[in-house]
């Protein structure tokens, strides 16, 4: 199981990034994919997260409404799409897969495998 971030980068406040995960070695039907981020001085947090089975989408206050989640099946990749950014979405996002209820899908430790993280900075 093996995720790649990418798409990161520097963007204006109130700009728009679109990154990307994307998945080798297993089938993302029998996964959710979780993006969480971390600020520096920060704990990791939920960002938000998009499970195959029954096309549950899941996203952190902070987040809903501008941020969106979404998938490719014949790239087997999931995109997080991030609008009206702001200064305090800049950290490094990482996305993961998860397999366990989905009770637990906002818990980092719950999550398996996890990409290498791409970082966003959001500056004017």
């Known amino acids: 199981v093996q995720l790649q971030a990418s798409g990161g980068g520097l963007v204006q406040p109130g700009g728009s990034l679109r990154l990307s995960c994307a998945a080798s070695?297993?089938?993302?039907?029998?996964?959710?994919i979780g993006w969480f981020r971390q600020a520096p001085g920060k704990e990791r947090e939920f960002v938000g997260a998009?499970?195959?089975?029954?096309?549950?989408?899941y996203y952190a206050d902070s987040v809903k409404g501008r941020f969106t989640i979404s998938k490719d099946n014949a790239k087997n990749t999931v995109y997080l799409q991030m609008n009206s950014l702001k200064p305090e979405d800049t950290a490094v996002y990482y996305c993961?897969?998860?397999?366990?209820?989905?009770?637990?899908?906002?818990?980092?430790?719950?999550?398996?495998?996890w990409g290498q993280g791409t970082l966003v900075t959001v500056s004017s």
């Open positions: 993961a897969a998860h397999r366990g209820p989905l009770s637990t899908i906002r818990d980092d430790t719950s999550y398996d495998s």
């Open positions: 070695g297993f089938t993302l039907d029998d996964y959710a």
């Open positions: 998009f499970r195959w089975s029954g096309g549950y989408t």
